[in-house]
């Protein structure tokens, strides 16, 4: 037997064909009731809408390119699960690529064959050049939980400058004066904005962060590992450390425990993030909580703006941030 058409789906539907093609779209210009006779025409006849026919008629792929790297990281593995659930639910399809730690960026060629109708970028760095050449060769493209320095770019963040304020107001709320961090990468929005905003707060509250208690790596369990070791090695050291994300914390809690320190007795310990080892017994981090469901729901809906209308000036949302309270803080030992 030969597979079904949409002519065969239209006669049975008793419709057009190109009322089939709009329907099965979702074209709000076909009303609902005909909408589910062409599905259940669909349906009958086991037929299966081209992607390349849609392609040749509308110009468009269906398909979106969501670039990611750090997968080893969950923040990002959790952000991609959402972000594909939340692309789906809008109608692309998903063309996953990734980044490897270590190896070449993805380089913009890849993405401007004209298979993708979009690109959402999660991992970029502030000197990226990649989301300025893709908006000047007309491909959308938006960024996920880190920007660059250009107003021209679609981003949708979480407010790290709030986060990083909640972290310094309640160390300082606790009594802590004898304050440590372990930063993140300046080369990134999230490492830059979180650091910036904390440092602000403790100024204000009249707390110098010394720079034997300051230490910088990457977003890694490795860097929060090391870093908490040489930390609590100075001379005077810090009764509270504030990790740019959760890994580096997930790190410095291992450390903590390697070394017989109690958390939060002996030493505050606060993250950012709230990936899902966070809340697990073993860690009982706390840290700020990025709404990730809510920021995938923005980006997608952010790029199916500017899919639909290419000339719109760059828009920047963020989402809001909590300070989840578990069991890693508490006032400065006696």
């Given at each position: 037997?030969?597979?079904?058409t949409?002519h065969?789906?239209?006669?049975?539907?008793?419709?057009?064909q190109?009322?089939?093609?709009?329907?099965?779209?979702?074209?709000?210009?076909?009303?609902?009731?005909?909408?589910?006779?062409?599905?259940?025409?669909a349906?009958?006849l086991?037929?299966?809408?081209?992607?390349r026919?849609?392609?040749?008629s509308?110009?468009?792929?269906?398909?979106?390119a969501l670039?990611?790297?750090?997968?080893?990281?969950?923040f990002?593995?959790?952000a991609?699960k959402h972000?594909?659930?939340?692309?789906t639910?809008?109608?692309?399809g998903v063309e996953?690529?990734t980044?490897?730690?270590?190896g070449?960026?993805i380089a913009?060629?890849?993405?401007?064959?004209?298979?993708?109708?979009g690109?959402i970028?999660t991992?970029?760095a502030l000197d990226?050049?990649?989301?300025r050449?893709?908006?000047?060769?007309?491909?959308?493209?938006v960024?996920?939980?880190?920007a660059?320095?250009d107003?021209?770019?679609?981003?949708?963040?979480?407010d790290?400058?709030a986060g990083?304020?909640l972290v310094?107001?309640?160390l300082l709320?606790?009594g802590?004066r004898e304050?440590?961090a372990?930063f993140g990468?300046?080369d990134?929005?999230t490492?830059r904005?979180?650091?910036?905003?904390?440092?602000a707060?403790?100024?204000?509250?009249?707390?110098?962060?010394?720079?034997?208690?300051i230490?910088?790596?990457?977003f890694?369990?490795?860097?929060?590992h090391r870093?908490?070791?040489?930390?609590l090695?100075v001379a005077r050291?810090?009764?509270?450390?504030?990790?740019?994300n959760?890994?580096?914390?997930?790190?410095?809690?291992?450390a903590?425990?390697?070394?017989?320190i109690?958390?939060?007795?002996d030493?505050t310990v606060?993250?950012f993030?709230?990936?899902?080892?966070?809340a697990?017994?073993l860690?009982?981090?706390t840290?700020?909580?990025q709404?990730?469901?809510?920021?995938?729901?923005?980006t997608?809906?952010l790029?199916?703006?500017?899919?639909?209308?290419?000339?719109l000036?760059?828009?920047?949302?963020?989402?809001p941030?909590r300070?989840?309270?578990?069991?890693?803080?508490?006032?400065?030992?006696r």
């Open positions: 037997m030969r597979p079904a949409s065969d789906v239209a006669r049975l539907a008793g419709v057009s190109p009322t089939v093609s709009r329907a099965l779209r979702d074209d709000p210009r076909v009303s609902q009731r005909t909408r589910e006779r062409v599905r259940e025409a349906a009958a086991g037929y299966v809408a081209s992607r026919g849609r392609s040749l509308t110009r468009t792929t269906g398909q979106v670039v990611t790297g750090q997968l080893a990281n969950p990002y593995s959790e991609t972000l594909h659930a939340a692309l639910a809008a109608g692309h996953l690529l980044e490897l730690p270590d070449p960026p913009a060629e890849r993405l401007l064959d004209g298979a993708v109708d690109v970028l991992t970029t990226s050049r990649l989301p050449q893709l908006a000047a060769r007309g491909l959308p493209v960024l996920f939980n880190r660059v320095d107003d021209a770019i679609d981003v949708c963040e979480s790290n400058a990083g304020r310094a107001r309640t709320e606790l802590h304050i440590g372990i990468p300046l990134t929005s490492g904005d979180r650091e910036l905003a904390f440092r707060v403790l100024a204000d509250g009249g707390v110098a962060l010394a720079d034997t208690r230490r910088r790596g990457p890694a369990h490795a860097a929060g870093a908490f070791g040489e930390l090695a050291p810090p009764s509270a450390i504030f990790c740019a959760d890994v580096i914390a997930l790190g410095a809690l291992n903590a425990a390697g070394s017989g109690a958390v939060p007795r030493v606060v993250g993030d709230d990936i899902a080892p966070a697990w017994e860690c009982r981090l840290t700020v909580r709404d990730l469901a809510a920021m995938a729901s923005a997608v809906r790029l199916g703006e500017r899919i639909a209308a290419p000339d000036p760059g828009r920047r949302e963020r989402i941030v300070l989840v309270r578990r069991g890693s803080h508490a006032a400065p030992p």
